[in-house]
């Protein structure tokens, strides 16, 4: 990775602001970050030609992005700190959570220390800048240049010398830069950093910024009823992260505590409403520095539905009956009545309530349970009611031989009708007399249905099969699902768990020696509908949709009395009810969805039994509008037989992003639009081309995305295409109006635009004289003229002048160029006098000044001996000097280098005789003294202090002691000795020692003893720590003993 440092302006005025004391900040452009995308903001000003400065025009085409390119776009660097500077004190929380930043009071105390114009540094060239910033886990350069080559540096952090450590530190010393390379940056490396060079330093704040704050895990929709409680959950990348919250765009703040609660569980943020009302609908947003999520809720009235009621029923004595109801809330409890008073369960009498599903049930049915009974759900204004009838079986008395005879109550041409609902349980008691007793035989007539039971075991369907209809089948079984019972003076035919296939008739017959009877039962099943087919999504707008569907298949026997719509994202599970009053019809218009989110639609179908089974889910779909239509469209330019046309994109894109445009035209008087350009263009400008010349044009732009065409925007008023005349004039670069100056071997590219209609004639000129097209190459557009000359030579000096020509109308500018190289060697060195240890130097200026003035010479001297140079005088502007401080005894060469805008001449004009600096003869004899004995014991020049501290809190104890040779120190607390103990640190600098405590507790109180011991004896002192609890301490101390008694 390629770090880029952007220090902050160190000229910008350096303001503390008054922050609140809970507000929490950090500031200053990025050092160093990792680009999304191959996005540079630096091709933002490339000419549209190769070269410098002067070269072609800024082009910001390499900034613009197709939308639907899936990438994310790189955001430019913003100066964070320009922006709180201007901002007012209000707004410093609101910014700080934008940029991700963290300590804004540290920050501003460090950065008002920073002084704002340094003094000029005689060992520093260039020294580092006020204040770095970098990401956190990336690495960043902090860099000097040091007058002196061969210097040594030393690199501090917080005023400690920065140690190498692996890989985390890295020191470079590349020619005069010294480079501290930080690998790897965590909020420990955010700290003030020093450069220190003999006596100078060079100071810079280095902050960390950590990445910012990811969703991992989006919010969900949620639908609830009145009085329920709501809790939004997500996800983000950061344990104990800040996030924001809102409800339709306005921020939730901690004062509104009594209607919502914030709670964090690691990386999990929850929004939570206790209690729900209608006006808590809208959509949520959770934000962070790094992302957003929004989700709807919907609260409705609490609305109880039916699915089945209970019906009534007719049972003989001694029976079971059962009463049983469905509602669409299982939380719902109720109560059942006995003619208005309320059923008390116990042995005989049951009540159970197993989901939505409510039961009565009564065992052995006696006269006494004849009566209207009623469902109540609590909290809502149903009362679900049935009668139970007691059929009493009245046995009359027969002579023997009394032909067999079913007792039906309904025995006509037409059979009985009895209806079931699939999965309850069917009891037809039929009640039978004859004498002798007569045979009964059960048979299911309906073709398509399966061979069921009966019971009779003394007859066989060999017996009585030629007396049956071809058709039906036999019922036989005793035992199973579908079984037939015989009793003396009734049979009992019973279905367990009815199903759709047991639709049909029944016949029931019997027989005895005297006659026979039959009767024919229609049994109907009814169900839930069919799930529908899956829904289909038409007339997709901004935020809303148009869903059709079909009626089931099969309706479950009874008429569909509505459909239930269901929608959810499509990267969630949770489904939303979209209605709670059934949908009549088979379309529906679905509304208040999230542009740009993928969405999926369920149905179910309803009945009177109950609810289907889901559809199958829609095809996912995004709600998407088109653009608004372009804006400033105006025209640029007209020829006679172009136009051209520019224009800004929509105001408003949308999620569906933006196709491209389409540009069409209309002659004046006609109402046809004819497209100016084929296919769409994704660029803002067009160049209309084949236009006849004298046409009136109405223009118009459309903008185009998935969604479909945006508004068109018009220009008013007809276009003419005819050609405009318009004088020549030059507009001169500001750079070119004074002479442009370049060194031998640069690029020069002068880029000068004009205007005139038609395209003007364009002339350069050199000093009166046509240029070499070989040598100088000329290029020339409608808008702009360019001179380029790859290699710029001397003889490309002079004065430039271009003319512009349309008629008889003409402009014409002048350019002035210099071209400059690096000067010649001075001439006539000589060393003029040597005295005592100076020599004096005098030359002529150089013989080739480079076409620029002389700016001065460079003195370097050398001892023969080692030929090894040294400046003596830089920038120097005379043409003679001394030379001082010479070493007496040695010889010395010196050489001259001439100096210009370019820099140092190429050689250096040498003197020829080396100076000898001669010797005065005298010796010097040292005096001889006798060495003296500097030793002395060890002696404490400032003692202990005896301190009260408060327990938790880091301490130091302090003292200073003097001995030669240096003496060796000891702590001890109690007479015990703590140099084997890590919480403690001893530090001796200079004579000072420190003992530092950490988080010290009530334990720690005693007595401290410093000992210092050299070959000269020993010193100790002491003083006493005294710690004191702080008061929360306290307290859980007071609390625990309570305990302990209690």
Not at 830 to 835: E, F, G, I, R, S
Request: with cysteine; proline share 6%; glycine share 6%.
């Amino acid at each position: 990775m390629t770090v880029t440092e952007k220090p902050i302006n160190s000229t910008v005025g350096l303001q503390y602001f008054d922050v609140p004391p809970h507000s929490c900040l950090s500031l200053f452009v990025t050092s160093e970050a990792p680009l999304s995308g191959d996005l540079d903001i630096r091709a933002a000003f490339r000419r549209t030609t190769e070269g410098h400065d002067e070269a072609g025009e800024l082009n910001f085409s390499a900034l613009l992005k197709k939308r639907g390119d899936g990438k994310t776009e790189s955001q430019p660097d913003v100066d964070v700190w320009e922006i709180l500077r201007k901002a007012p004190p209000s707004e410093y929380e609101k910014i700080a959570f934008q940029y991700g930043i963290t300590d804004l009071r540290g920050m501003l105390k460090r950065l008002k220390r920073i002084k704002k114009e340094e003094k000029k540094s005689t060992a520093f060239l260039k020294k580092l800048d006020p204040a770095y910033q970098v990401d956190k886990g990336q690495k960043i350069k902090l860099m000097v240049e040091v007058a002196n080559p061969d210097a040594d540096v030393k690199w501090l952090k917080n005023g400690q010398e920065i140690q190498v450590s692996g890989s985390k530190y890295i020191f470079e010393a590349v020619g005069n830069k010294r480079i501290l390379t930080i690998n790897h940056c965590s909020l420990a490396d955010d700290a003030a950093y020093e450069c220190v060079v003999g006596e100078e330093k060079s100071f810079t704040e280095l902050f960390v910024k950590e990445p910012p704050i990811l969703i991992t895990h989006p919010l969900e929709d949620q639908m609830v009823m009145v009085g329920e409680r709501v809790e939004f959950e997500c996800e983000v990348s950061e344990e104990g992260a800040t996030v924001k919250w809102e409800k339709d765009g306005v921020e939730l703040t901690r004062e509104e505590t009594f209607k919502y609660r914030f709670k964090k569980d690691g990386k999990k943020q929850y929004l939570i409403i206790n209690e729900s009302t209608k006006e808590d609908s809208g959509h949520y947003t959770v934000k962070t520095n790094g992302g957003v999520s929004v989700a709807e809720l919907i609260v409705q009235e609490k609305k109880l539905e039916v699915y089945q009621s209970i019906a009534d029923l007719t049972v003989k004595a001694r029976d079971q009956a059962v009463f049983k109801c469905e509602v669409s809330d299982e939380n719902v409890k109720g109560i059942w009545l006995k003619n208005g008073k309320e059923v008390v369960p116990d042995e005989r009498i049951k009540i159970s309530h197993i989901g939505r599903i409510h039961k009565l049930t009564i065992e052995d049915v006696t006269p006494g349970d004849e009566a209207d009974y009623s469902f109540i759900p609590q909290g809502f204004a149903y009362n679900l009611s049935a009668k139970l009838q007691f059929l009493e079986v009245k046995i009359d008395f027969v002579p023997r031989e009394e032909p067999p005879k079913i007792h039906l109550d309904c025995l006509g041409q037409s059979p009985d009708t009895i209806v079931v609902v699939a999965g309850n349980k069917l009891r037809l008691d039929v009640p039978i007399s004859g004498d002798p007793t007569p045979t009964v035989i059960w048979q299911k007539v309906n073709k398509k249905s399966d061979l069921l039971r009966s019971n009779d075991d003394s007859v066989t369907p060999s017996e009585n099969s030629s007396d049956l209809n071809t058709d039906s089948k036999l019922l036989f079984e005793s035992e199973g699902r579908v079984r037939v019972e015989k009793h003396e003076d009734h049979c009992v035919f019973i279905i367990e768990g009815a199903e759709k296939e047991d639709e049909g008739v029944y016949r029931v017959i019997v027989k005895n020696p005297v006659g026979e009877d039959k009767a024919d039962i229609t049994v109907k099943v009814i169900d839930v509908p069919d799930p529908p087919e899956a829904p289909k999504i038409s007339n997709i707008g901004e935020d809303y949709c148009t869903v059709q569907w079909q009626p089931p298949k099969y309706d479950g026997g009874q008429p569909v009395l509505g459909y239930i719509l269901e929608r959810k994202k499509k990267k969630s599970y949770r489904w939303m009810r979209l209605n709670f009053d059934l949908l009549k019809e088979l379309t529906y218009e679905a509304k208040r969805m999230i542009e740009g989110v993928v969405y999926e639609m369920r149905i179910y179908a309803v009945n009177s039994i109950g609810m289907s089974r889901p559809s199958p889910a829609s095809q996912p779909f995004m709600p998407i509008a088109p653009p608004s239509e372009p804006t400033h469209f105006t025209v640029e330019d007209v020829s006679d037989s172009t136009v051209a046309l520019k224009w800004r994109p929509p105001e408003r894109i949308g999620a569906g992003g933006l196709d491209g445009y389409i540009v069409e035209y209309c002659k004046e008087g006609s109402t046809e639009w004819i497209p100016a350009l084929p296919g769409l263009t994704e660029r803002t400008s067009a160049l209309i081309k084949d236009l006849v010349t004298g046409d009136k044009l109405h223009f118009r732009i459309k903008a185009i995305n998935l969604a479909g065409e945006s508004g068109a925007a018009i220009i008013k008023e007809p276009i003419t295409v005819q050609e405009i005349l318009q004088r020549p004039k030059i507009w001169l670069p500001r750079h070119l109006r004074q002479t442009l100056v370049k060194k031998v071997g640069e690029t020069i590219n002068i880029v000068i635009p004009f205007q005139g209609k038609p395209r003007p004639k364009i002339i350069w000129t050199k000093d009166g004289q046509s240029l070499d097209a070989k040598d100088v190459g000329i290029r020339n557009s409608n808008t702009d003229t360019i001179l380029f000359i790859r290699k710029a030579e001397l003889h490309h000096s002079g004065a430039y002048e271009v003319t512009l020509q349309i008629e008889n109308m003409t402009d014409k500018v002048a350019i002035t160029i210099q071209i400059i190289d690096k000067p010649g060697p001075p001439q006539n060195i000589k060393l003029t006098d040597v005295w005592g240890f100076n020599a004096a130097l005098e030359w002529t200026p150089p013989q080739d000044d480079g076409n620029a003035q002389i700016l001065g010479y460079t003195v370097q001297k050398a001892d023969k001996k080692t030929m090894e140079w040294y400046t003596v005088f830089d920038h120097y502007r005379r043409t003679n000097c001394v030379v001082s401080e010479l070493i007496m005894g040695n010889e010395y060469f010196f050489r001259v280098f001439s100096e210009n805008l370019c820099g140092l001449s190429e050689t250096a004009a040498t003197t020829k005789n080396p100076a000898y600096i001669q010797k005065t003869g005298t010796t010097y004899k040292p005096p001889c003294y006798k060495q003296h004995d500097f030793s002395e014991p060890p002696k404490f020049t400032h003692p202990l202090v005896n301190r009260s501290v408060i327990a938790g809190y880091n301490t130091t104890l302090s003292c200073a002691v003097r001995g030669i040779p240096k003496p060796k120190i000891y702590w001890y607390k109690n007479k015990v000795d703590l140099s084997g103990d890590a919480k403690y640190r001893m530090f001796s600098k200079q004579g000072v020692l420190t003992l530092e405590i950490r988080k010290p507790t009530p334990f720690d109180g005693g007595f401290y003893t410093c000992k210092a011991v050299n070959e000269c004896g020993e010193a100790e002192i002491e003083c006493k720590l005294d710690v004191r609890g702080n008061q929360m301490s306290i307290m859980h101390n007071t609390n625990t003993a309570v305990k302990k008694q209690q």
